[in-house]
T-cell receptor
């Protein structure tokens, strides 16, 4: 099946620094990628939807200047947490959706990236 | 708005069947999914069902969909200790700019006792 790779899996950074998380679709072209955030003991919260070559669409309450999303190619989307603070510590998960074929409705998830901000 | 509800905990003995239930509110759902999350890991897609289907079976997994009651269930036959995880039910709809977005339940933590 389709594979989505996320990197890094774990990252620890100091407060005030920026962290970039990559999401790659390894064997299919992802026209749409989604970024989720998971708070402890809670479900996933959609942060933003990104389509290749266009600006990301952010959900209400998500700061676009804080969480920069770039979807420069059909196989790569990046999430940059700028000037990270301890409250940004969380589990970030991306998912990718192919554009055509039997898997059109299917989303494939990355393994997730755990960010800890000291 | 859209809402997906699941019970939070389920405990079964190894070898028994597990049934995880989920209800959703939006009748325009097109796909319904079950994901598995093991401790510290991302989400793994287990199976999904189109909204025009009633049942889907995949090895030990059986998904039942009751569209009238907006009820989805996941049955795991011969549950093993390796099945211990959190199981998320999710729905997706196709409308406007939110095509493909998933709405998740809070997850059901399945504990399998030897």
């Amino acid at each position: 099946g389709a594979v989505v790779s996320q990197h890094p899996s774990w990252v620890i950074c100091k407060s005030g620094t920026s962290v970039k998380i990559e999401c790659r679709s390894l064997d299919f072209q992802a026209t749409t990628m989604f970024w989720y955030r998971q708070f402890p003991k809670q479900s996933l919260m959609l942060m933003a939807t990104s389509n290749e070559g266009s600006k990301a669409t952010y959900e209400q309450g998500v700061e676009k200047d804080k969480f920069l999303i770039n979807h420069a190619s059909l196989t790569l989307s990046t999430l940059t947490v700028t000037s990270a603070h301890p409250e940004d510590s969380s589990f970030y998960i991306c998912s990718a959706r192919g554009g055509t074929g039997a898997n059109t409705g299917e989303l494939f998830f990355g393994e997730g990236s755990r960010l800890t901000v000291l | 708005g859209e809402d997906v509800e699941q019970s939070l905990f389920l405990s079964v003995r190894e070898g028994d069947s597990s049934v995880i239930n989920c209800t959703y509110t939006d009748s325009s759902s097109t796909y319904l999914y079950w994901y598995k999350q093991e401790p510290g890991a991302g989400l793994q897609l287990l199976t999904y069902i189109f909204s025009n289907m009633d049942m889907k079976q995949d090895q030990r997994l059986t998904v039942l969909l009751n569209k009238k009651d907006k009820h989805l269930s996941l049955r795991i036959a011969d549950t093993q200790t390796g099945d211990s995880a959190i199981y998320f039910c999710a729905e997706t709809m196709n409308y406007g700019g939110s095509q493909g977005n998933l709405i998740f339940g809070k997850g059901t933590k399945l504990s399998v006792k030897p």
